[in-house]
């Protein structure tokens, strides 16, 4: 089994900073990479910002330039800061861990419950 427990999220005014945590525990042998997806009303989920196991970063376009991920060194939490929000980024941002609970087979992906970010004045 394994956790994700989510935090961080809430109200914010145009133009603040929100700080998203995500802490992983239980089975977990290795991790490939983890990262941020959000889901706005009617639309698809997206990419936000995820790191890969080399320490590698990617951002949607939409957030790159305002939104900084980072972990820490134990691959425990993941971190997502997100600076000059604006209200299209309002949506319920999603962690998802790729990892393998032992040393065989394919990598499997764990998605935690979302938090609510919601961007207005």
């Known amino acids: 089994q394994v956790q994700l427990v989510e935090s961080g999220g809430g109200l914010v005014q145009p133009g603040g900073s929100l700080r998203l945590s995500c802490a992983a525990s239980g089975s977990i042998f290795s991790i490939n990479a983890m990262g941020w997806y959000r889901q706005a009303p009617g639309k698809q989920r997206e990419l936000v910002a995820s790191?890969?196991?080399?320490?590698?970063?990617y951002y949607g376009n939409s957030v790159k330039g305002r939104f900084t991920i980072s972990r820490d060194n134990a691959w425990n939490r993941v971190n997502l800061q997100m600076n000059s929000l604006k209200p299209e980024d309002t949506a319920v941002y999603y962690c998802?861990?790729?990892?393998?609970?032992?040393?065989?087979?394919?990598?499997?992906?764990?998605w935690g419950q979302g938090t609510q970010v919601t961007v207005s004045s």
């Open positions: 998802k861990i790729t990892f393998r609970s032992s040393g065989y087979g394919p990598p499997s992906d764990y």
């Open positions: 790191i890969i196991s080399d320490d590698s970063t």
